[in-house]
């Protein structure tokens, strides 16, 4: 178990009229990652990120960018989020024909593979042979597409299955959770196994700072 929590804020809750002040005020507040969900308006019922706006916001701060990737046919633009500056590449098996095959794709770009799984989506789509080629797990807590959405508890069973799993077979993956956390889901997602806490709304619109927002998550 990776003892510190480590936060990955959603920049889809920031105001873009300020991105780059948004991103700096993230990194001063201790994040330890940038996430950044990309979608299409197809995959899911909403539009954001194209590779242009990640290549400009990547001069603003040397965090990683975790790129959630909710596109359809995601192989053809692999590429070009890694070239824009991702480090790393989640994507949803459902985007995909063949998962393996995405993956490497990810890692021939010479970046960290993160796969994602829908509330609905079972673990059993994970084998232990697609495991070993990946960074990162991202469990959805909410359906893709929104912010602000309300956390689906029964997730949790996925994360401590996932915390099990990679503790057993000592894999080096992190275990990270994504919708609807705040000071009371965090110390469950926590307890369950995550080590890496997504989070838009609570730290971008909660009453606090920035900075006292991602200190609380990491440590709730
Ligand atoms: C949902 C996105 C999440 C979301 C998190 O499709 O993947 O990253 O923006 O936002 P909150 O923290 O508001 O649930
Ligand atoms: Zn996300």
Request: aromatic share 6%; hydrophobic share 40%; proline share 5%.
């Given at each position: 178990?990776?003892?510190?929590?480590?936060?990955?804020?959603?920049?889809?809750?920031?105001?873009?009229?300020?991105?780059?002040?948004?991103?700096?005020?993230?990194?001063?507040?201790?994040?330890?990652?940038?996430?950044?969900?990309?979608m299409?308006?197809h995959f899911?019922?909403?539009?954001?990120?194209?590779?242009?706006v990640?290549k400009?916001?990547?001069?603003?701060?040397?965090?990683?960018f975790?790129?959630?990737?909710?596109?359809?046919?995601?192989?053809?633009?692999?590429?070009?989020?890694?070239?824009?500056?991702?480090?790393?590449?989640?994507?949803?098996?459902?985007?995909?024909?063949?998962?393996?095959?995405?993956i490497?794709?990810?890692?021939?770009?010479?970046k960290?593979?993160?796969?994602?799984?829908?509330?609905?989506?079972?673990?059993?789509?994970?084998?232990?042979?697609?495991?070993?080629?990946?960074?990162?797990?991202?469990?959805?807590?909410?359906?893709?597409?929104?912010?602000?959405?309300?956390?689906?508890?029964?997730?949790?069973?996925?994360?401590?299955?996932?915390?099990?799993?990679?503790?057993?077979?000592?894999?080096?993956?992190?275990?990270?959770?994504?919708?609807?956390?705040?000071?009371?889901?965090?110390?469950?997602?926590?307890?369950?196994?995550?080590?890496?806490?997504?989070?838009?709304?609570?730290?971008?619109?909660?009453?606090?700072?920035?900075s006292?927002?991602?200190?609380?998550?990491r440590?709730?």
């Amino acid at each position: 178990m990776k003892n510190q929590v480590k936060i990955s804020p959603s920049i889809l809750s920031a105001d873009f009229s300020k991105l780059s002040e948004e991103i700096l005020s993230l990194e001063k507040g201790g994040a330890d990652m940038i996430h950044v969900d990309v979608m299409d308006g197809h995959f899911v019922p909403n539009l954001t990120f194209g590779p242009p706006v990640i290549k400009k916001i990547r001069k603003c701060t040397k965090l990683p960018f975790d790129v959630h990737l909710m596109i359809t046919q995601v192989d053809k633009y692999i590429k070009d989020y890694a070239d824009a500056g991702a480090d790393i590449i989640t994507i949803h098996p459902e985007a995909t024909n063949n998962l393996s095959q995405s993956i490497d794709i990810i890692k021939s770009c010479k970046k960290k593979a993160g796969v994602s799984l829908n509330p609905e989506t079972s673990v059993e789509l994970l084998k232990d042979d697609l495991l070993k080629k990946l960074d990162l797990i991202l469990i959805m807590s909410v359906n893709p597409g929104f912010a602000g959405q309300k956390f689906i508890p029964e997730v949790l069973d996925k994360v401590k299955f996932f915390r099990h799993k990679i503790n057993n077979n000592k894999l080096n993956i992190d275990l990270e959770i994504d919708g609807g956390i705040d000071f009371k889901t965090a110390p469950l997602s926590i307890k369950a196994g995550a080590n890496v806490l997504v989070s838009g709304t609570t730290i971008f619109n909660n009453t606090g700072s920035i900075s006292e927002n991602i200190k609380n998550l990491r440590k709730s």
